[in-house]
């Protein structure tokens, strides 16, 4: 806690002890002969007592952000100096907007051309839209009218009920052709049919044989890296193109019994068709003979008028090219808006902003410098120019190198005392927040790094001020305790001298907790009695006791102190 005076107390005893003892030996000097032992008593009390480990350090703070602009060039304008603080999103500098300016306005350009592009291929889109319906209507009107040609060809055809002698002859003619083709077909084509099916049945069947065992080949040898992907994928289409050729084989050859007795059924109506077209000639005699030879042709007619039709209407494919023109265009405009957006960003990164909270501790550049172009990042990272560096003070850090001999007493969470060397007269308080797992080795000295981080930091804290941590082990309140240099160890225990009626008395006593200044006594002494800490020979000059322990008195004491008793480590009451 701020305002503890511990460290002043304890050196203002130390000074009242040298000038007591100056005093005496002034006043024993005076007065001549025979000087007796100064001894120096303090009294049992009651009070805490603190164990500790002590460590040096430098404060840090929270975080430390070197500040970057995003884009390069000249810095027009900074805004901030050295130990200014400054609000997340304030305006740190701008950078010469010169070059961004123009490549925002010649995107804007850019993005304007390919919108007009759009425009031009959907007017393109609607004109094809018009020609290919004028087209279609067209084909379609000359349809309509070759097939009513075509009925009225057919009216007049079946009208006239005379035949002349060459439209019976030529009936005869299609009907011995149509006996002869059934006769064919019987004896020859038929047979053929089959023979070719199950002759490419067969073949196709060996070809799938082939195929497959090379594409199981060349599978296992793509496994095995020992072919490339494209040598397997082109046996794997040899192997696709012989099944589905296998496919087709066996469905030839599965429906060559329907073929071909559509065939003969085919040719059997063949002749049936021309004996009755002979049965009809001779009927209708000449004039039904012209009037079928029109109506022929105007079925011609009108066959020709439906693949017309067919190609105006197959022109409308030139649709899916202009809607692929209209895509096309239209990615151009993404192109262009994300450049557009690109453009812009860059452009605002010529204002440069404080990216947190926190105190201009040090700045690198001055108006008119040149810059390259970075990213705002921790302390000592990343690349470009830094402009200025902004810490985060409002969580303080002290850290620390404590000796390897002390890091097992040190734990997260752990009370700590800190001394400032800029305020050592006020004592500061943290917790220990880390410890770091790599030790450090510096001049055959090995260290642990720990962080502390300090309570209630003020603004007189600054990161790079040394600071002395004691981090608290042991603590043990209202509990019977005198000075370090009252207690002397050895092999048999712990002893203590006490004053009895002007005589000193050895007393054997158990001790708990050491601390720095004061031991816990916890049998063997009461409140009140007062122990020997120090000997002062009446031969020894000020400032120079014998120490507890000298000539005439007990030795071994722990932490004597000039032969003054020590003061610290814990708290009376």
């Known amino acids: 806690m701020h305002g503890k005076k511990r460290r002043s107390r304890k050196y203002l005893y130390i000074i009242a002890a040298v000038v007591l003892v100056a005093v005496v030996f002034i006043i024993r000097a005076r007065q001549g002969g025979a000087a007796e032992p100064i001894i120096q008593t303090a009294a049992v009390e009651r009070g805490t007592v603190t164990a500790t480990v002590s460590a040096n350090g430098v404060l840090q703070p929270l975080t430390t952000v070197e500040v970057k602009s995003n884009v390069g060039g000249s810095v027009v304008k900074l805004a901030v100096d050295e130990g200014d603080t400054v609000k997340a999103g304030q305006l740190i500098a701008r950078i010469d907007p010169s070059d961004t300016q123009t490549t925002y306005e010649q995107s804007q350009a850019d993005l304007a051309a390919a919108v007009s592009k759009v425009d031009q291929a959907k007017q393109q889109l609607n004109l094809q839209h018009e020609q290919d ?46 006996v002869a083709a059934l006769k064919q077909t019987k004896t020859a084509t038929i047979p053929q049919k089959i023979s070719s099916a199950q002759a490419a049945y067969d073949q196709a069947k060996v070809s799938y044989s082939t195929a497959e065992k090379d594409y199981n080949r060349q599978k296992a040898l793509l496994d095995k890296g020992f072919v490339s992907k494209s040598q397997a994928e082109a046996s794997e289409d040899k192997y696709a193109a012989a099944k589905a050729a296998l496919d087709s084989a066996k469905s030839k050859y599965d429906t060559i019994k329907d073929e071909t007795d559509q065939d003969l059924s085919s040719a059997e109506a063949k002749v049936a068709q021309t004996k009755a077209a002979l049965d009809d000639a001779t009927a209708n005699k000449v004039q039904d003979e012209i009037k079928r030879h029109d109506a022929t042709a105007a079925a011609a007619a009108v066959k020709q008028a439906e693949a017309a039709l067919a190609i105006a209407e197959s022109n409308t494919r030139q649709d899916r090219i202009r809607k692929g023109d209209i895509i096309q265009a239209n990615a151009q405009v993404t192109r262009s808006q994300a450049a557009l957006n690109n453009a812009k960003t860059q452009l605002g990164y010529t204002t440069v902003t404080a990216p947190r909270a926190g105190i201009v501790t040090k700045k690198y550049v001055e108006e008119g410098s040149i810059v390259t172009a970075g990213r705002s990042s921790a302390l000592g990272t990343g690349s470009g120019v830094a402009l200025v560096d902004i810490a985060d003070t409002s969580r303080m850090f002290a850290l620390v190198s404590v000796d390897e001999t002390d890091i097992a007493q040190i734990e997260i969470g752990q009370d700590v005392d800190i001394t400032v060397e800029a305020y050592p007269d006020e004592l500061f308080t943290g917790k220990v927040t880390k410890v770091a797992p790599q030790s450090e080795v510096d001049q055959n000295v090995t260290t642990i790094p720990v962080t502390v981080e300090v309570d209630m930091p003020d603004q007189r804290l600054k990161p790079g001020m040394n600071v002395s941590c004691d981090f608290v082990t042991g603590c043990k309140k209202d509990v019977l305790m005198v000075p370090n240099e009252a207690v002397k160890d050895s092999d048999n225990g712990s002893t203590v001298t006490v004053m009895e009626d002007g005589k000193q008395v050895t007393h054997k006593v158990e001790v708990g907790l050491v601390g720095k200044d004061y031991t816990e006594i916890v049998k063997g002494l009461k409140e009140g009695q007062k122990v020997v800490t120090s000997i002062i020979e009446p031969n020894a000059s000020p400032g120079t006791g014998s120490g507890f322990g000298g000539p005439g008195g007990p030795g071994g004491g722990r932490g004597a102190m000039g032969g003054f008793g020590g003061m610290g480590g814990g708290m009376r009451h």
């Open 133 to 178: 319906a004028a087209q279609i209507a067209s084909a379609r009107e000359a349809l309509e009218s070759a097939r009513a040609k075509l009925i009225q060809a057919q009216e007049q055809a079946h009208v006239q009920p005379t035949l002349t002698v060459a439209a019976i002859n030529q009936a005869r003619s299609n009907y011995d052709a149509a």
